[in-house]
């Protein structure tokens, strides 16, 4: 019977057939498997914690979790991470109270600063506040360290009294999903409610973020408007800004864009503004995220990112 990729297990129950660096660039560079891997605390920071390798491992035998494994041990201080996100730089709260709160994490305003800003609209005559701060997920990866960055969330929205996140990125949403006592909703369960939803007629040729490899929820909520979608990247494992590895490993990061380009195929979703921005940044054009489809922004990934994120630092809100 095929698993359900439940759980993860340990590298010792390796078979060596070698399926997982058959499919992995970076496991290929170095000649490894995922048991090697687990003895390479060396390469804790080139692994791009896609999970590729548990996909196809049929031990379940997970990188990411080797990887961050590794990481907990080293202690790298990560001080410009440090000093970018905790608390993150860029940050938009407010103390109005909001029982949902869309939560758009912080790359989303960097890469789609007019659909933010849509967003916004649409849902600030509603009673429904925003925030843009980091959910924490860089510096958990890079260090194993979230504590200081749930304080401040929990904090955050219990002074605002939410009751609900809505949230418009995935790495958000797969991060903090079993971290916070709130319940979550994905941006498209809301649009559903207010019916902005609308069919994509074209065929879409979809690129899952890595957080969706496995189990797709996120997908699973706006999948009915996307009849005619092809799952046509099997072999791109991530957008190449995974797993903070890109300056270990700038040449595979820079193949996984290429790769995508290469196939030279039309109408390109994806519903991780990460990846629409960094394949934007490397020459893919034609790649839209669902978001500023269903609001009918049609933007193209924006790659001022640090204009961008210091404007809508400074979005002033409605104050009525
Ligand atoms: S998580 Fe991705 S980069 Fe890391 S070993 Fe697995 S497939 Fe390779
Ligand atoms: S895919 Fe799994 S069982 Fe096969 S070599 Fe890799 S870790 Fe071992």
Redesign the pocket.
Same mark, same amino acid.
């Given at each position: 019977m095929r698993s359900q990729k439940v759980i993860k297990n340990p590298p010792e129950f390796c078979i060596d057939c070698g399926a997982?660096t058959k499919?992995?660039e @970076? #496991?290929t560079k170095y000649d490894i498997n995922?048991l090697d891997?687990s003895k390479r605390k060396d390469l804790a920071f080139n692994? @791009? #914690?896609?999970?590729?390798?548990y996909a196809v491992c049929p031990k379940d035998i997970s990188?990411?979790e080797i990887?961050l494994k590794h990481r907990e041990q080293i202690k790298k201080p990560f001080r410009y991470l440090n000093f970018l996100k905790s608390p993150y730089l860029y940050a938009n709260n407010s103390a109005k109270k909001s029982r949902e709160l869309v939560f758009f994490g912080c790359n989303f305003p960097g890469f789609l600063p007019r659909t933010t800003r849509k967003i916004i609209e649409i849902f600030e005559p509603l009673g429904i506040d925003f925030s843009i701060d980091c959910c924490g997920k860089p510096l958990f990866e890079g260090q194993g360290q979230f504590d200081r960055t749930k304080a401040h969330l929990n904090e955050l929205f219990a002074a605002k009294g939410v009751e609900t996140l809505i949230l418009a990125c995935p790495n958000c949403y797969h991060f903090l999903k079993d971290k916070i006592d709130i319940k979550i909703k994905t941006l498209y369960e809301k649009f559903e409610e207010f019916g902005l939803n609308h069919e994509i007629k074209e065929e879409a040729h979809m690129f899952y973020p890595c957080p969706e490899r496995i189990h797709k929820p996120i997908f699973e909520t706006f999948k009915k408007y996307v009849p005619n979608y092809k799952t046509s990247f099997t072999d791109v494992?991530c957008c190449g800004l995974g797993g903070l590895a890109k300056s270990n490993e700038p040449q595979i990061a820079a193949d996984y864009p290429q790769k995508l380009k290469d196939k030279n195929l039309p109408n390109l979703y994806t519903y991780c503004a990460t990846c629409c921005g960094n394949f934007a940044k490397n020459g893919v054009q034609n790649i839209k995220h669902i978001a500023t489809v269903m609001t009918d922004v049609n933007e193209s990934p924006n790659t001022n990112y640090f204009k961008n994120v210091l404007s809508l630092k400074f979005y002033k809100r409605n104050r009525k």
């Open positions: 997982c499919h992995c @970076f #496991l995922l891997f692994c @791009f #914690l896609c999970d590729k390798c990188g990411n990887a494992n």
